[in-house]
């Protein structure tokens, strides 16, 4: 393992001080706690947004906390959900008596761990609401199990629901509009290589250099198959064919597409399928309203990508477009 | 009869024999995960030990209640809040105790499985630690209940706890972040059902030993 690192067990505390010296005039921490929130948190009027889950995501969560974005995010250790205690000390710094909603991935660590936060926190008489998130299309969904992660699409619901409580929205709207995000989007991912977790010291799976692994999570953990490496246009058209295959979207819909590193991949891969996605999605008359590229919910230096498309209306597109500043996502 | 010193023994050992097994928890989880059971395992056992060794420990009650609450705030994860709830549970049914007896471990027992299931949500035959914990409970108040004694009694539990683990390999995880594998889940023991069995081991042991 090669990593620019000092202590293995010191890597969130010193990437958490790192983001304060980075951004002063956006992110503050809570004292003792691995928490940034936004530095003039509490806000009062607004309804507050609190992401989080493991670290190795980065700019997630942290870099979407500021204007239009997140009032706060938690960061567990390396793709582990953060300790009750955690979120419950982010849902008081961020609480301006409006209410909180917090923003969860379908994982099972971080359902219970928020739900316990979230119980602490309603105790105290603060307004408590969630949404969980399960954009990815790789996991076949179903009630008899824990059902769809929550993926790269999560970005989209920090900018959509964020810009809601942003305009002042109360947190039954900001709830509201965050669910309508998460089943209006779908993602599926795939990777070149694995990701080594800093504490393991040797990397996720071993996937020979002619493979890839398809439909897999932002864990390192494996995906759904494997098969022989593609060109990025076949990537891209099998991607797309599970997204739409599960969410059909009729001739002149709308969309927002993401095309979100994992970590290892230059942007000029994601540039050149992002080329064959905006043909196929043109191919099927269907029109890309706007397009984010870039490294927005990471495995540590997983090569891989992951898609997401979002299905637009009028709300929706207004939301999107609204302005945000924050450390990794600007806006005006 | 289990005195507070004999748990807070108990306690120390587990916490040692988690240390020294997570290498072997992280591979578990490497197959069906994301191999990192282990590390946070001992990440929270660390600090159980450095916080027993710290705290002045009242009852058995307290006991427990010091490992639920330190798991709670160090593991993170889906075992996390799972153990936690297990500490917990444990230490509801024997607050103020200077001593329990087996009756009152199956009590704790049972707790223990009915607020996991409800944080989990989750069964028997998820693939989870409950393919574990419920068997593991059942063989031992069955055989408590024939007049077995308890050497007997938790000697055949800690073979159904080690069965409930064979078991977990040969089910689809429908819980938890394995379930994302589906078919590819097969053949894989479930981390968290083998982490059970290291710690009702060692509450065996406790037993064992009084």
């Known amino acids: ?332 | 009869m289990v005195t507070k010193a004999t748990v807070i023994n108990t306690i120390n050992n587990l916490s040692e024999v988690i240390i020294e097994n997570s290498e072997m928890l992280n591979d578990l989880d490497r197959a069906i995960g994301d191999a990192d059971h282990g590390i946070n395992m001992k990440r929270g056992f660390l600090k159980v030990k450095t916080t027993m060794e710290s705290t002045e420990i009242n009852d058995i009650g307290h006991a427990f209640k010091t490992v639920g609450m330190t798991l709670l705030t160090s593991v993170g994860g889906a075992s996390g809040p799972l153990y936690a709830t297990a500490f917990l549970k444990f230490a509801d049914q024997c607050k103020g105790n200077e001593t329990i007896d087996l009756g009152t471990f199956e009590n704790m027992l049972d707790a223990a499985i009915a607020g996991m299931m409800h944080r989990g949500k989750s069964d028997a035959g998820c693939k989870t630690m409950l393919d574990v914990w419920i068997p593991y409970t059942n063989t031992l108040k069955n055989e408590n209940a024939n007049g077995n004694t308890f050497v007997d009694a938790l000697s055949k539990s800690m073979v159904a706890a080690h069965e409930g683990f064979e078991y977990s390999k040969t089910i689809i995880a429908t819980k938890g972040r394995a379930s994302y594998l589906g078919e590819r889940s097969l053949g894989h023991g479930d981390p968290g059902a083998a982490s059970t069995v290291l710690i009702l081991k060692s509450l065996s042991d406790m037993f064992q030993e009084a």
């Not at chain 1, 928490?35 to 003039?40: A, D, M, P, Q, S």
């Not at chain 1, 890839?212 to 991607?239: D, F, Q």
């Not at chain 1, 590193?261 to 191919?283: C, H, Q, R, S, W």
């Open chain 1, 1 to 332: 393992m090669k990593k620019i690192i000092n202590q293995v067990e010191n890597i969130v505390d010193e990437m958490l001080k790192g983001a304060v010296k980075a951004h002063p005039e956006d992110l503050k921490r809570v004292d003792g706690f691995n928490v940034l929130v936004r530095t003039n948190a509490p806000v009062k009027g607004r309804v507050a947004l609190v992401s989080g889950g493991g670290s190795g995501h980065e700019p997630s969560h942290g870099g979407f906390v500021g204007m239009g974005m997140l009032s706060g995010a938690v960061a567990g250790e390396v793709f582990t959900s953060p300790t009750p205690d955690q979120v419950y000390e982010a849902i008081k710094a961020v609480d301006g008596g409006d209410g909180v909603l917090l923003v969860i991935k379908n994982y099972s660590g971080d359902i219970m761990n928020f739900e316990m936060a979230a119980e602490l926190a309603e105790a105290d008489g603060i307004k408590v609401g969630n949404v969980v998130v399960n954009d990815d299309v790789a996991v076949e969904d179903s009630l008899y199990t824990t059902g769809r992660r929550g993926i790269a699409g999560t970005v989209f619901v920090h900018k959509i629901a964020g810009a809601a409580a942003e305009r002042g929205e109360s947190l039954d709207e900001v709830v509201r509009i965050a669910n309508k995000v998460n089943s209006n989007m779908r993602s599926m991912g795939m990777s070149l290589t694995p990701c080594t977790v800093p504490a393991a010291g040797k990397p996720g799976f071993e996937i020979p250099d002619d493979e890839l692994e398809m439909g897999l999570g932002i864990h390192g953990e494996p995906g759904t198959h494997r098969e022989k490496i593609k060109s990025a246009n076949e990537i891209a058209k099998y991607l797309l064919e599970k997204i739409l295959g599960d969410m059909p979207l009729e001739e002149n819909t709308e969309v927002a597409v993401m095309v979100n590193g994992l970590g290892g991949t230059p942007l000029m891969e994601k540039y050149i399928l992002n080329n064959a996605v905006y043909d196929y999605l043109n191919d099927k008359k269907l029109s890309i309203h706007k397009t984010m590229i870039g490294n927005y919910m990471t495995s540590l230096e997983m090569a891989g990508l992951s898609l997401t498309v979002l299905k637009l209306d009028d709300e929706l597109k207004t939301l999107l477009n609204a302005p945000a500043n924050t450390p990794a996502f600007k806006q005006f």
